[in-house]
């Protein structure tokens, strides 16, 4: 059975970083694609980073792209965003999930089938 298991979230400046942690088990990731996504209560969730394991393609959406970073460490089967110049608009809820690699990396909800517990993020001042 596969399971995710985020930690690393907390309470931060605008403008400071944090880094999440998505350890994943049950499974080889050598076939999937991992995607952060976040969710803000009333809004729908919304795909943040992904990152193919299968071939190391990476995908951002645009209010992220050169303030966060998608990585991996293989020996730990563990998957990072790294979220720099935090603003008070990131704050959310994140979410780690984890679907099987089909030739392409999107930040689409349906494509993943495992999903992990959440890790609070908080950008305030």
């Known amino acids: 059975q596969v399971q995710l298991v985020e930690s690393g979230g907390g309470l931060v400046q605008p403008g400071g970083s944090l880094r999440l942690s998505c350890e994943v088990s049950?499974?080889?990731?050598?076939?999937?694609?991992i995607a952060w996504f976040r969710q803000v209560p009333g809004k729908e969730r919304e795909g943040v980073s992904a990152?193919?394991?299968?071939?190391?393609?990476?995908n951002y959406a645009d209010s992220v792209k050169g303030r966060f970073t998608i990585s991996r460490d293989n020996a730990k089967n563990t998957i990072y965003l790294q979220m720099n110049n935090l603003k008070v608009d990131d704050t959310a809820t994140y979410y780690c999930?984890?679907?099987?690699?089909?030739?392409?990396?999107?930040?689409?909800?349906?494509?993943?089938?495992?999903w992990g517990q959440g890790a609070l993020v908080t950008v305030s001042s």
């Open positions: 999930a984890a679907g099987l690699w089909r030739g392409w990396v999107t930040l689409v909800i349906h494509e993943y089938e495992h």
């Open positions: 990152l193919s394991i299968t071939d190391g393609t990476t």
């Open positions: 049950g499974t080889s990731l050598d076939y999937y694609t």
